[in-house]
């Protein structure tokens, strides 16, 4: 594939992704309810006299309702679920035993804590918090913890679970469900969508769970902004079968593996910072299209980045790949851009990659000195505090892609606080 067609088909894969966001269905609210867990059995949802019980209260509301959760400790009993369509498996129809904590099912309704520090919600099952077909949904400001590991190992486990839904995610915390199933290696996750739903996700805490942060399934797509996901066993954002996502400005650290694009799957990666992860920082592998650009991959155990299979494809651009291979080699060479497939399916351009374990370009030509990739210490101000700023004297400044430009107008610069998805 030749990097003009690489281009034309990054253009086209954006624009769709952007296209399917700007038109995603939207309800709006049109009436207030409330619950309390500190409220007496009986209410009637209304401010002064609450409903108690949470899933008594979803239940009772309508499509266009806002559902306030006042500060308080809410916990699921947890109920079992039959699946016949598996999320992760290779046959789709695959029947799982799993178990749901609180069920929004086949409502358009907003639901906001009062804060991710004063809201609670203990889960007590496997799908902590499970959106099904649910038009247009959003849930914010509430913290979700307490999950149990199903038995069942395909069992696509986490805080929240997403399907033939759209459900927007914000300012969530969603923390500590760590529980293991005996024999079973999966754990459970922070958010995961599948089959054709539509996840947005803003500005969460992804904290301490026991599988990937964000991953995505069959036919769904994201845009993931803003997050911190960090502490975690799997990767932090995995995206995967025919799934597509735009993911934008996020933190990722202390994970097994940070950003990877599997399988049949679209992504946008840009202004992202991934540090700290004991595999690799950001991957391609399966047939997936990754468009990553303006990422900051520090500190990573084996390799920074990756193309890792002869048909992924993509542009890896205005990245900084700094510190990789401190660790043994576990999944990969310890390198700052690993190719385990064809570089002749990639754009590679404007990167500093400096001072990694065994090379800075592994498996693959040295591109330093080649169309605008450098080699230098990009004199970040703290990196060993998570501060990838730039000093300005940083040899990174105004040599990134000419295709890329600054809001001061001057040509964008290398690492994560340039370009286009900057934050303002």
């Known amino acids: 594939m030749s990097n ?30 409330y619950v309390s867990a500190e409220a007496k059995s009986g209410g009637s949802g209304s401010k002064k006299k609450p409903y108690q019980d949470l899933q008594y209260a979803i239940d009772h509301c309508k499509d266009g309702d806002t559902l306030i959760i006042l500060p308080g400790v809410y916990e699921a009993g947890g109920s079992s679920l039959a699946e016949d369509l598996c999320g992760n498996c290779q046959n789709h129809r695959t029947l799982v035993n799993a178990t749901r904590g609180f069920l929004i099912e086949g409502s358009s309704i907003t639901i906001i ?47 929240i679970v997403v399907k033939f839904s759209s459900v927007t995610i914000k300012n969530c915390r969603i923390a500590d469900n760590i529980d293991q199933a005996e024999d079973v290696i999966v754990g459970i996750g922070g958010i995961i969508g599948r089959e054709g739903s539509e996840v947005f996700a803003f500005n969460n805490e992804i904290v301490n769970n026991g599988w990937d942060g964000i991953a995505l399934y069959r036919g769904s797509t994201a845009y993931i902004a803003g997050n911190i996901i960090r502490k975690g066993r799997g990767a932090g954002i995995g995206i995967t079968w025919d799934a597509s996502a735009i993911i934008i400005r996020n933190e990722i650290s202390d994970y097994w593996k940070g950003i990877g694009s599997f399988g049949d799957s679209r992504v946008v990666v840009k202004n992202n910072i991934v540090h700290d992860c004991l595999g690799w920082g950001i991957i391609a592998a399966g047939s997936s299209y990754m468009d990553a650009c ?38 990969s060479p310890l390198a700052g851009l690993q190719n385990n497939g064809s570089m002749d399916n990639f754009i590679v351009c404007h990167n500093n990659i400096w001072n990694n374990q065994e090379a800075n370009y592994g498996g693959m030509v040295d591109l330093t000195g080649q169309e605008g990739n450098i080699s230098i210490d990009p004199l970040f101000r703290a990196p060993d505090v998570g501060d ?3 000093l300005k004297d940083s040899p990174c400044i105004d040599v990134g892609s000419p295709l890329i430009t600054d809001e001061d107008g001057t040509v964008s610069d290398m690492g994560a606080y340039s370009g286009p998805g900057v934050s303002k």
């Open 4 to 33: 003009k067609s690489i281009a034309i088909l990054g253009a086209v894969i954006i624009l769709l992704l952007m296209t399917q966001f700007l038109f995603s269905p939207s309800i709006t609210s049109t009436r207030q309810k």
């Open 113 to 159: 804590g009062a804060g991710r520090d004063k809201t609670t919600l203990i889960t007590n099952a496997g799908y902590g918090v499970l959106f099904l077909n649910c038009r247009s949904a959003s849930i914010q400001n509430v913290s979700i913890t307490g999950g149990i590991r199903d038995s069942d190992g395909n069992a696509t486990d986490a805080g």
């Open 294 to 331: 303006n990422n900051v991959v520090y500190s990573i155990g084996n390799c920074g980045m990756a193309a890792w299979s002869e048909d992924a494809s993509g542009r890896f651009c205005n990245n900084i790949v700094v510190k990789s291979g401190w660790k043994e080699q576990w999944v």
């Open 388 to 390: 990838f700023h730039l």
